[in-house]
Structure formats: C-alpha cells, structure tokens
Antibody, heavy 119, light 106 residues
Framework: EMQLVESGGGLVTPGGSLRLSCVASGFSFITYNMNWVRQPPGKGLEWVSS?????????NYADSLEGRFTVSRDNAKNSLFLQMNDLRADDTAVYFC???????????WGQGTLVTVSS | DIQMTQSPSSLSASVGDRVTITCRAS??????LNWYQQKPGKAPKLLIY???TLQSGVPSRFSGSGSGTDFTLTVSSLQPDDFATYYCQQSYSTPYTFGQGTRLEI
C-alpha cells in the first residue's frame, strides 16, 4: 500500500524554525519528483516547493518564500524534508507532501501536518 | 507566475444535477491542467489530468475539457459524495499554481 506520512509540524513562535519530514512507502520513491503544498486554515492550496527525482536534486520554490525554506530528500530513507526558517504568521498552514507524476499531476498526497506560527 | 481563476467560487446544487466549474489561466497552458477534489480535513484527490484524462478509479460522471486558457470540469449527475471543494491546477510551469477553489454545496 502506498503511503506518504508527514511529521514535524507544531506550534512555533515568529522567527523560529521547523523541519518537516515526509516518509514514503509502497512505491519507488527515488523515481518521483516530490513536492510540498500548503493550505492555510480555511483557504486554498499553495504550491511551496519541488525537488527532482533521483540524485540530481534540482529544486524549485514559490517566490513568496523569499529564500526561507529549503527542500531536500534522502532516497536511502525514502524521505522528503522541508527546512523552514524565519517563520511568519502567514506560514501557518497544513503542509502536504505530494508526488508528481510524469504527466505532471499530483496523484498521491500525504495526510498533512499542521504548522502554527504564533506568539 | 501563471494565475488560475475559477468560477464560481461557490455553487449550490442538488443530487442528480449537472454542474460545470470553469477555470481560466492567465496565459496559455496547452492542456497542462489538473482538477482535484478536497473534502474537509482530507488531502486533495486527483480527478482529471492533462485537462481531460480521468484518473484511475474516478467515476465516469466526472469529465474535463479545454485547452489553452479555458477549461471546464463537469459532473454529469451529482451524487451525495461529490459535495466538496474543487481546485484546478496548472502544471505548465513552476510555480504550479492552483485556482482559488469552488465549493460545491447541497
């Protein structure tokens, strides 16, 4: 059974840091471009970041992040990470990891992890 | 960045109705357009990709069409399980932008 399981969310004060993890199982993790998508409470979906398949580690980020987030992966551990620094209140959201297929769609998603930035 | 605009933002309908949601891109995206369904507290679910291809396991009452800048998602006969929020998303170029969502209510 395919699974994507996120963890690492929680409450953090403005300016703080958090590292999210997403562990994959049931499919060949190394062959997929992996992404983070977030959703503020009661709002729509926002693509955050992507990292290429294999070991090339080509990355892309939403402009709104202003260099504060870093995506990485450990293919040996079937894991995707998002290091989030200098967090702001508007980073408060559920963060989903999702895999991108060759047809450029997000066909499988994790259940999400909630990040709350508040003093 | 490519902007995606959905309409309507919300829609009230009844079981058995035929409904159509539209999505417009700010520039041509060929057919790099996907549709997702999301229910409260759950992850989005892929319904349609490359504008008109039904994802495996998705009921045939869902269909998609369009190319360039204008796209539609149609549900031919609404079922109780279809009441949810629907998002379009372009995969023509990063950032992979989503529409603002259409909430389909009973």
């Amino acid at each position: 059974e395919m699974q994507l399981v996120e963890s690492g969310g929680g409450l953090v004060t403005p300016g703080g840091s958090l590292r999210l993890s997403c562990v994959a199982s049931g499919f060949s993790f190394i062959t997929y471009n992996m992404n983070w998508v977030r959703q503020p409470p009661g709002k729509g979906l926002e693509w955050v970041s992507s990292i290429s398949s294999g070991d090339n580690n080509f990355v892309n980020y939403a402009d709104s992040l202003e260099g504060r987030f870093t995506v990485s992966r450990d293919n040996a551990k079937n894991s995707l990470f998002l290091q989030m620094n200098d967090l702001r209140a508007d980073d408060t959201a559920v963060y989903f990891c999702a895999r991108l297929t060759a047809k450029l769609n997000f066909d499988f998603w994790g259940q999400g992890t909630l990040v709350t930035v508040s003093s | 960045d490519i902007q995606m605009t959905q309409s309507p933002s919300s829609l009230s309908a009844s079981v058995g109705d035929r409904v159509t949601i539209t999505c417009r891109a700010s520039q041509s995206i060929n057919t790099y357009l996907n549709w997702y369904q999301q229910k409260p507290g759950k992850a989005p679910k892929l319904l349609i990709y490359v504008a008109s291809t039904l994802q495996s396991g998705v009921p045939s009452r869902f269909s998609g069409s369009g190319s360039g800048t204008d796209f539609t998602l149609t549900v031919s006969s609404l079922q109780p399980d279809d009441f949810a929020t629907y998002y379009c998303q372009q995969s023509y170029s990063t950032p992979y932008t989503f529409g603002q969502g259409t909430r389909l209510e009973i």
